[in-house]
């Protein structure tokens, strides 16, 4: 689980994640030529646009040839909580994400899918 950081005032935070919920944003990251596969994991990037701050936007693809519902938020569950383990870590770098992965993720262990993840985000984003 990620450590929690320190709010500016005062107060323990979760590091945010922004989610993608909107339609144009997500055909723009299908267009998007930045994309890297390594082993179950999918990642595209598109860069943060000039003056948006905050932090990373994420949307997930795990469809349903992954398996049930259970298996398919396990698989974001333990994507987002790595990606959150990233961001404390400052190896995530602003811009937006899509991430995908299949039902193996659900079963990785944890010492194997956050360097897979890492190595992921490092080479897409380079």
Known sequence: MPAAVQAPDGATARPQLWRITDRRTFQALRRSRRRVRRGP??????????????????????????????????????????????????????????????ADVATMPWSALVPALEAAVAEVTA
């Open 41 to 102: 994991l999918t990642i595209t990037w598109m860069p943060p646009e000039p003056g948006s701050p905050g932090p990373p936007r994420v949307g997930f693809a795990v469809g349903r040839a992954n398996g049930g519902a259970v298996t398919r938020n396990r698989v974001r569950r333990r994507l987002r909580a790595a990606l959150r383990e990233l961001l404390v870590g400052g190896r995530l770098p602003a811009g937006t994400y899509l991430v995908g992965a299949t």
